[in-house]
């Protein structure tokens, strides 16, 4: 199926490594222009470079994948990622950003008593207040237009399900449905105008993996993290009817159709791709 995603300008925060550059790849591959972000210069050239060669190595690919390296944490970070963001419309003579992906986060397992209030403020800073900030520029903008734009907010299954080794993570997700929704409303009778969130489950990203081989290691798997995996979620997600970690490709499809003109009659939900991690109905 056609996503409709041709020559859309797309942003997607923390999109170096894992389901981020999962989601920027898919994107590209769908014919969308695609600005990769990560907190370094080389670390964002890099992943340019990866997702150009995924779509080709050509000169062609070359123009619609672009990196605007910045830490989105802080006001000052968002301030001048959004500048660069500026720079390279104004190279492609592009008003208007089509596609914004909150994607950028960050986790630890870590006892409940021992964050301190910098760690909290931390949490909120990178997984909440960054969407708020590149919203409040780009959304804006989406609507005085008024033809297409999408706003996703890669959340988790942990913001419905909190994990007590992982609070403040989980808080700061649930804090980001609320924003997707209160976002979404103010886009009521708009025209084709989306806020949604997305509900990942446990993914095998790169750092999942090296959590993992620590875990195997410390249980007595070895290096069989096939094994180790199986044990885990047996153990501590129970819940789970895939009882596998997700492919961030997984994520990735529902995040670029949620981000299509295909999902223009979806709006101010929270798309679960947990794999039955979660028990409700809704």
Known sequence: MDLQLKDKLCVVTGSTGGIGMAIAKMLAQNGAVVIVNGRSEESTETAV?????????NDAASQRVWGASGDVSSADGVESFISKIME???????EVVDVLINNVGMFHSQDFVDVTDEKWSQYYDTNTMSGVRLSRHFLPRMMKR????????VSSEGALKPLPNMIPYCVSKTSQLSLSRGLAELTK???NITVNALLPGPTLTQGVKDYMKSWAS???????IEAASSKYFEQFEPTSLLQRFLDPDEIAFAAVFLCSPRASGINGIAQHVDGGIVRHIS
């Open 49 to 57: 470079q990866i997702i150009s060669k995924h779509i080709g190595g």
């Open 88 to 94: 390279i419309q104004t190279s492609m003579k592009r």
């Open 146 to 153: 008024n033809s297409f734009g999408r706003v996703l907010f």
């Open 189 to 191: 009778g708009s025209n």
């Open 218 to 224: 410390d249980n007595g798997f070895g290096d069989d």
